[in-house]
């Protein structure tokens, strides 16, 4: 019988002089500050322009972040967003909702369904504007800015991602403010604080070298025609 001779791969060898060991840790600690440097400058960046509902800055324009659906219903992170929203109009904090997500195939609607939630919530479907090719954080500051003509804006979303769309935004033309609502910590909590960490890289990525978004196309003029229409100029 022919015999068959497995071969496993050596691990490399840890140092073991006093001097390689603090050799290694070094690196292992640059590596881990290299690896945080963009979650650092996105919270820097964002740091001072984050507020509650109650004392954000009156603006004309929020921008609420979709945030997935369950069976067609906004996702409960998503929910939370757009009462923020629903309660800044109530309040006068703001006259426009302009609500951003993915409607890349035709089973899938954020902007429909999170219009439709804030409608229910007292919100007029003439004060809400969809953008429905809010792919990502980036593409959704860019797409506000060039596509509907938002200078200024509150945004909206949970607090472990507000801090990156205030730095994106910022970085898109959009002078924003930042509204993180609170949740629970909770695993979807705990996903998105990790999510972030690694998202940070793109996000600096996407601030310094400002690529088109998936898509662009021509002008919109929404939110002019509802600030219009509001009396707000």
Not at 182 to 203: F, I, S
Request: net charge positive; glycine share 10%; aromatic share 8%.
């Amino acid at each position: 019988m022919r015999r068959f001779t497995v071969r496993v791969p050596r691990l490399p060898r840890l140092p073991r002089t006093r001097r390689g060991q603090r050799r290694l840790a070094q690196a292992v600690m640059a590596g881990c500050v290299l690896a945080l440097l963009p979650a650092t400058w996105l919270r820097l960046t964002a740091g001072d322009r984050l507020h509650t509902v109650a004392d954000v800055p009156r603006t004309q324009v929020a921008v609420v972040f979709g945030a997935g659906l369950w069976r067609g219903e906004p996702s409960p992170y998503l929910a939370h967003r757009l009462d923020a929203a629903a309660e800044l109009y109530r309040a006068g904090r703001i006259e426009v909702v302009l609500v951003t997500g993915d409607n890349s195939r035709a089973d899938y609607d954020e902007p429909d369904a999170m219009r439709a939630y804030l409608t229910r919530h007292g919100v007029p479907d003439g004060r809400i504007v969809s953008d429905y090719a809010g792919f990502d954080t980036w593409d959704s500051c860019v797409r506000a800015k060039k596509i509907f003509g938002v200078d200024r804006a509150v945004l909206i979303s949970q607090g472990f991602h507000i801090h990156r769309a205030v730095a994106l935004c910022q970085a898109a033309g959009v002078t924003s403010y930042g509204v993180g609502v609170d949740e629970p910590h909770d695993g979807t909590w705990y996903y998105g604080g990790v999510r972030e960490v690694l998202a940070a890289g793109k996000a600096d990525a996407d601030a310094a070298l400002r690529p088109d978004p998936r898509f662009l196309g021509p002008r919109e003029p929404g939110v002019r025609q509802a600030l219009a229409e509001s009396g707000t100029r």
